[in-house]
């Protein structure tokens, strides 16, 4: 579950201008681009970045979810949620490899992620608070990542695709468990509803943000849109975002925090959307540069694991020298 | 009550099963590599769905209109029966592993011997489970053989897990009354003649891996009679949290 | 750096009369390791009844860069294919 403008990306690239050319005409035709295919070097490594980041959010993106696997309150609620981290965990293993194929190693994009280097999802280091957070972001971190990733189903590298097209399929069940919780929620005690209503209010916001910076302050999404590595712009993602959530919202009987969202007819091409008000770009960039309240917490968890697991790691690796040693000196 | 022997016999397997999935589902993010949590994930999905099963049967036997959440959300640490094994605290890999071989090496035979119930639904709770605990016993002991017979850490830390833990083993084969009599009754296995089964499972890992089981002159017995240690009750209250302090809010 | 778990690439089997198919890949210290780890990333929905796990390094491709020399020359072979040939309609099916 990810959708960010890719943060810092790099398509600086030094080939020549036939190559760039005929490197074009491919992702032009549709044509899709395998990891040992000539690209340019700025492709590879807007790549390897957005793959990186989109992978370490889905680890990251376990944590907050995961703080509240024991304290789920039914054994219906305990199960669904033991899965659906599950996913994240393997959505991130899928897209490693998938970057793997572009000659970076998964331990090389972990210690990136380590020492804050790589960046992933600003979304994450908000604090999960109450049970209504996970619902809220199975709804709305869900569906805001849902409308990333099935564009990048068609992405032209054929690995990230790959990947994508069993991501979108895994995940098509995340939104409907967090809105199946809101929906409870807003059904049951007031005090539920409260809940409800104080983890919209708290993760709305962020959600917006979750598409990254506006069009005209996205410094290099019309590379990555060229090479077709994104097909849909921040602002028209965020946009189709906030008009399939409002009617979610008012379904539930819970008020968007937002006082400048209404309906205007003219968006959309006439069809209608939703104007909304000013998004804190401060806040933004506060949380994605690392002072949000919970990217120190979440970066020392991934680090605890890495390296507390690391005895483990190498337990195995010994394990097969000496079985492989074995095995040679039988023969 | 149909049959209050087999209510607490159930009750006494879906607690086992329950508090398992929440040792495990407290690594969930935090293991040694991410394939692992995957794995420990799969198995916690394994316990939860057989711990649902027991507490929907033993609600269904004990007829008062409880669900599998009155069961297993709204009773406290006396009221508990699980082994004192399932509650002891993950430690690290090792021991999770480890903790994880000795339980599943038993389920196995027993889920086995349960296919022969004269009980319907529980023969039906046992096919599913035994299989799973066939893949269990199987992953933990891939690992505890790695770790017993790694690097000089791991083996000193395996055997750490052993010291730790083989005194919560005999628990395993003890019965309670109601466990006897249901086993009386042919509803379930009678737990104690399973400890050849058990050790078959787990002498060729553990030789593998360079351990060996010690004698447990003084074992750990008490979770059947409600008697626990301390970790059980701050389990409880993480688990239970939301239930107890929302009286009757459906979720 | 320390030594890094190995990469394996994973193929699944969906059911039986089907060819094991490339699905993704693991990380893993060993084969058997990498069996449980392609069965618990790979299998949870019923995926398929049959696994395949290669270290990545045992595989051999061809080079991209040499596509139009390997691939190309097939493409006037035509009489490789059964439309080539002219066979009268009267015939019937062959």
Known sequence: ?331 | ?251 | MKEETPLWEVFIRPRNGLAHRHVGSVHAADAVLALDAARDVYTRRGEGNSIWVVPSAAITASDPAHADETFDPTADKIYRHPTFYDIPEDVGHM
């Open chain 1, 1 to 331: 579950m990810y959708s960010q403008g890719l943060i810092g990306a790099d398509g600086r690239t030094e080939e020549s201008e036939a190559f760039l050319e005929a490197f074009q005409k491919r992702i032009d035709a549709e044509e899709k681009i395998e990891p040992k295919d000539a690209m340019p070097e700025g492709y590879r490594r807007t790549l390897i970045r957005q793959i990186g980041q989109h992978a370490h959010s889905e680890i990251v993106g376990m944590l907050p979810e995961g703080n509240w696997i024991t304290r789920a309150p039914s054994l219906k609620r305990k199960a669904a949620l033991l899965a659906k981290v599950q996913d994240e965990g393997g959505h991130g293993l899928y897209l490693y490899a998938a970057a793997e194929t572009l000659g970076v190693s998964r331990e090389q994009m972990t210690e990136e992620l380590h020492s804050g280097k790589a960046k992933y999802s600003s979304i994450f280091n908000y604090p999960t608070l109450s049970w209504a957070d996970i619902g809220a972001i199975g709804w709305l971190v869900d569906g805001a990542a849902i409308m990333n990733q099935i564009p990048l189903c068609r992405c032209s590298f054929g690995p990230y695709a790959r990947a994508m097209i069993r991501i979108c399929k895994e995940e098509s069940f995340h939104q409907r468990q967090g809105y199946e919780i809101m929906l409870t929620l807003c059904r049951g005690t007031p005090e539920q509803k409260e809940m409800a209503q104080d983890a919209l209010n708290r993760f709305w916001w962020p959600a917006l943000m979750m598409f990254g910076p506006h069009d005209k302050d996205s410094a290099h999404s019309e590379q990555s849109m060229k090479w077709k590595i994104k097909r849909f712009s921040n602002d028209q993602l965020r946009q189709k975002f906030i008009d399939a959530t409002v009617p979610q919202a008012e379904y539930l009987g819970l008020t968007v925090p937002d006082p400048d969202l209404r309906w205007d007819p003219e968006l959309n091409d006439g069809k209608g959307g939703y104007r909304h008000g000013e998004i804190d770009w401060d806040e933004f960039w506060r949380v994605v540069k690392g002072d949000g309240v919970m990217n120190r917490d979440r970066i020392a968890a991934r680090r605890k694991a890495w390296e507390e697991g690391a005895w483990v790691r190498e337990a195995a690796l010994a394990h097969a020298a000496k079985r492989e040693g074995r095995r040679a000196a039988a023969e």
């Open chain 2, 1 to 251: 009550m149909k049959d209050e022997n087999l209510f607490n016999a159930l009750i006494e397997l879906a607690d086992d099963h329950s508090i398992l999935c929440h040792r495990l589902g407290e690594w969930c993010g935090h293991a040694p590599i991410l394939e692992e949590d995957l794995a420990l994930t799969n198995m916690a999905l394994d316990l939860i769905g057989t711990a649902r099963n027991l507490y929907t049967y033993a609600a269904e036997i004990e007829g008062r209109g409880r669900s599998e959440d009155d069961l297993a959300y709204l009773r406290n640490e006396r009221q508990f029966r699980n082994l004192l094994m399932v509650e002891r605290p993950n430690g690290d890999f090792a021991h999770t592993m480890l903790r994880q071989l000795f339980f599943a090496a038993f389920m196995e035979p027993y889920w086995q011997a349960a296919l022969e119930s004269r009980d319907e639904t529980l023969r039906g709770i046992a096919g599913k489970a035994v299989k799973e605990m066939g893949y269990h016993i199987r992953h933990a002991g891939e690992w505890v053989i790695r770790l017993g017979d790694g690097t000089e850490e791991s083996a000193q830390r395996m055997q750490a897990a052993m010291e730790a833990l083989h005194i919560y083993v005999d628990e395993l084969f003890h019965s309670s009354p109601a466990a006897e009599a249901a086993a009386l009754a042919g509803l379930l296995p009678e737990r104690g003649a399973l400890r050849t089964a058990w050790l078959e499972n787990i002498t060729p890992i553990l030789a593998e891996a360079r351990l060996e089981l010690p004698e447990a002159p003084n074992p750990q017995i008490g979770g059947r009679a409600g008697l626990h240690g301390e970790d059980l009750g701050h389990i409880l209250c993480e688990m239970q949290y939301l239930q107890r302090s929302h009286p009757g809010a459906t979720w």
